[in-house]
T-cell receptor, first 110, second 112 residues
Framework: EDQVTQSPEALRLQEGESSSLNCSYT??????LFWYRQDPGKGPEFLFT???AGEEKEKERLKATLTKKESFLHITAPKPEDSATYLC???????????FGTGTRLLVSP | DVKVTQSSRYLVKRTGEKVFLECVQD?????MFWYRQDPGLGLRLIYF???????EKGDIPEGYSVSREKKERFSLILESASTNQTSMYLC???????????FGPGTRLLVL
């Protein structure tokens, strides 16, 4: 069964304090690993798709990386507006559905 | 920009009522999805549709049905709402053959 585990559940950072969020996964035939950002009371907002080990993608202060077993979302010099829940999901080859982790709640204090 | 809209942001219903949640996307996506999101459980797929009038069960279809009469619109129906269906409901859409799903703003449903 496909599984996604995110850690930590919650993370509190000071503004400017860089850190990483982890997404460990098990899936038979990865067809994509996805990162989303979700603000309270809103729908997830797409950030990145990674397809193969070694791939990296960047957007502003965020950088996503992928290995054969896990993905990291690196946040460099975060700002308070980066506070949100970050969700990771995987898709198996031949299947349409995404399997989501339970997310990491990030709080960045000024 | 992809736009996925949902008919209501908040809904309060009584146990036993029939509830309709509607989702509309404006990007001509073939695939549409309904998820529910609960604390500690993450997002779970209820149903999805890959074409008009086509539907597939997800992981938790019990107590729900769906309708897709037009490509841009996907409806989730709670035939007889129960308190354990209180949740955040999220609609998503994607192009056929493309993996990225785009989500709507969500409907928070409270069943009393």
């Amino acid at each position: 069964e496909d599984q996604v585990t995110q850690s930590p559940e919650a993370l509190r950072l000071q503004e400017g304090e860089s850190s990483s969020l982890n997404c460990s996964y098990t899936v038979s035939g990865l067809r994509g690993l996805f990162w989303y950002r979700q603000d309270p009371g809103k729908g997830p907002e797409f950030l990145f798709t990674l397809y193969s080990a070694g791939e990296e993608k960047e957007k502003e202060r965020l950088k996503a990386t992928l290995t054969k077993k896990e993905s990291f979302l690196h946040i460099t010099a975060p700002k308070p507006e980066d506070s949100a829940t970050y969700l990771c999901a995987v898709r198996r080859t031949g299947f349409q559905k995404l399997v989501f982790g339970t997310g990491t709640r990030l709080l960045v204090s000024p | 920009d992809v736009k996925v809209t949902q008919s209501s942001r908040y809904l309060v219903k009584r146990t036993g009522e029939k509830v309709f949640l509607e989702c509309v996307q404006d990007m001509d996506h073939e695939n549409m999805f309904w998820y529910r999101q609960d604390p500690g459980l993450g997002l779970r797929l209820i149903y999805f549709s890959y074409d008009v009038k086509m539907k597939e069960k997800g992981d938790i279809p019990e107590g729900y049905s769906v309708s897709r009469e037009k490509k841009e619109r996907f409806s989730l129906i709670l035939e007889s709402a129960s308190t354990n269906q209180t949740s955040m409901y999220l609609c998503a859409s994607s192009f056929k053959g493309r993996e990225t799903q785009y989500f709507g703003p969500g409907t928070r449903l409270l069943v009393l």
